[in-house]
């Protein structure tokens, strides 16, 4: 599967952003879906995620309450919808899929990611 993120930009801090991540290749219906990001020097962490099925989702304690994740398997899209953005969610945003026979489980480590977006560039300026 290839996966296509888009929607970065340059935002000033409390402004919204609509992170968009479309699949080709094959239907996302079998994938678990989730978004990491990566700052300049540090290591690439983990944002959020979506399990395959029942719209399961998980965030890190530092967007939870801030960021959404949604999917639509019709489309092949998985969302990310990042409210009350702060300067430290400046970072390249990356979707990744997991081909998961589990219909519940998300992994939480990039490493067990099989399939990754070309990243998407997210500024916040305070």
């Known amino acids: 599967v290839q996966l296509q993120a888009s929607g970065g930009g340059l935002v000033q801090t409390g402004d919204s952003l609509r992170l968009s991540c479309v699949a080709s290749?094959?239907?996302?219906?079998?994938?678990?879906m989730a978004w990491f990001r990566q700052a300049p020097g540090k290591e690439r962490e983990f944002v959020g995620g979506?399990?395959?099925?029942?719209?399961?989702?998980y965030y890190s304690e530092s967007v939870k309450g801030r960021f959404d994740i949604s999917r639509d398997n019709n489309k092949n899209t998985v969302i990310l919808q990042m409210n009350s953005l702060k300067p430290e969610d400046t970072a390249i945003y990356y979707c990744?899929?997991?081909?998961?026979?589990?219909?519940?489980?998300?992994?939480?480590?990039?490493?067990?990611?099989?399939?990754w977006g070309q990243g998407t560039l997210v500024t916040v300026s305070s």
């Open positions: 990744a899929a997991y081909p998961s026979a589990s219909l519940r489980h998300l992994p939480r480590t990039a490493g067990e990611f099989h399939y």
């Open positions: 290749g094959r239907t996302l219906s079998t994938y678990a």
């Open positions: 979506i399990t395959r099925s029942f719209g399961l989702t």
